[in-house]
């Protein structure tokens, strides 16, 4: 079993930062990609950003030279620092990683969510 709990939501004024953590703990082996995924209010989920394990990232328009994603593979563990933040950023973000466990099976696993709120 895996679990993923992200931290560090809040709100920020138009123009603020914040930076979200998700740490990942269970029966893990390893993990190939981790991303960051986000839910406004009336809207489907939306990818934002997403790092391999060799450190590639692929970002959303929108958020591209604002955002930016990290992770420390040996913490399990993913960043997302937000710059810039703007009132449309307002959202649930969700945790996402491919987990292999230590059965080596493959599977994706979610966060709870945090919740993001820009506005003055």
């Known amino acids: 079993q895996v679990q993923l709990v992200e931290s560090g939501g809040g709100l920020v004024q138009p123009g603020g930062s914040l930076r979200l953590s998700c740490a990942a703990s269970?029966?893990?082996?390893?993990?190939?990609?981790m991303g960051w995924y986000r839910q406004a209010p009336g809207k489907q989920r939306e990818f934002i950003a997403a790092i391999t394990s060799g450190g590639t990232t692929n970002y959303q328009d929108s958020v591209k030279g604002r955002f930016t994603i990290s992770r420390d593979n040996a913490k399990n563990t993913v960043y997302l620092q937000m710059n810039s933040l703007k009132p449309e950023d307002t959202a649930v973000y969700y945790c996402n990683a491919e987990v292999v466990n230590t059965a080596r099976s493959t599977f994706g696993s979610w966060g709870q969510g945090t919740q993001v709120t820009v506005s003055s």
């Open positions: 269970g029966s893990i082996f390893s993990i190939n990609v």
